[in-house]
């Protein structure tokens, strides 16, 4: 079975653009997670969502936000970018609230 | 408000050692989920391993293991003898179980950079 991707895998974007990045979940996993990664403030959870609905948010500005497909895919996007968004962007798939959250690659996304 | 501390920032071993990392949590739940992940320099963070609070028992996988100890609040991560391509960043991570229809997140350490030299 395929595991979770995401692409692009690499993004280099300049402040004040916007960004979209996209998941892919594991077939048949219907929750999707988002977590940004960076060395001064490690893992941190940004949202989650399930069968199309935000159901958790981190503690992140509202220039983050998500949504989910009915194929269980989903999207992020921040706006209004700021040279602290460059990051690592991970994402992963569950096959509900109580499983195991599976990682992808990931997304590094560098603001200039 | 749910804390997990990895004090471990970085171990260097010799390939054949074996290593352990530490791992102490905080919640106020009585029940809740424990991990661990590895990162490898690709990124992906790979599962290991998902222990529930209410089974302390320990597990060996092969050349891992993990001790889990509610008593202590920790839940560490031993490698035996390990080799150069156990080398990546460890992470241990918490979730609370959440009422019916909330959904869980993790909340990681800081990361352990395990380095084994051949």
């Known amino acids: 079975k395929a595991g979770v991707t995401q692409t692009p895998r690499y993004l280099i974007k300049t402040r004040g653009q916007q960004v979209t990045l996209s998941c892919s979940p594991i077939?048949?996993?219907?929750?999707v997670s988002w977590y940004q990664q960076t060395p001064g403030q490690g893992l941190q959870f940004l949202f989650e969502?399930?069968?199309?609905?935000?159901?958790n948010k981190g503690n992140f500005p509202g220039r983050f936000s998500g949504r989910q497909f009915s194929n269980s895919r989903s999207e992020m996007n921040v706006s209004t970018l700021e040279l602290g968004d460059s990051a690592l962007y991970l994402c992963?798939?569950?096959?509900?609230?109580?499983?195991?959250?599976?990682f992808g690659p990931g997304t590094r996304l560098l603001v200039l | 408000a749910q804390k997990v501390t990895q004090a471990q920032t970085e171990i260097s071993v010799v390939e054949k050692e074996d290593v352990t990392l530490d791992c102490v949590y905080e919640?106020?739940?009585?029940?809740?989920?424990l991990f661990w992940y590895k990162q490898p320099p690709s990124g992906e963070l790979v599962f290991l391993i998902r222990r529930n609070s209410f089974d302390e028992q320990n597990e060996i996988s092969g050349r891992y293991s993990w001790n889990f100890q509610k008593s202590t609040s920790s839940f560490n991560f031993t490698i035996t003898a390990s080799q150069v391509v156990d080398s990546a960043v460890y992470f241990c991570a918490l979730s609370e179980a959440k009422t019916s229809g909330s959904a869980r997140q993790l909340t990681f350490g800081s990361g352990t950079q395990l380095t084994v030299l051949p």
């Open positions: 077939s048949g996993h219907r929750s």
């Open positions: 919640t106020r739940d009585t029940t809740y989920y």
């Open positions: 992963a798939s569950s096959l509900g609230q109580e499983e195991t959250q599976y």
């Open positions: 969502y399930f069968s199309e609905t935000q159901r």
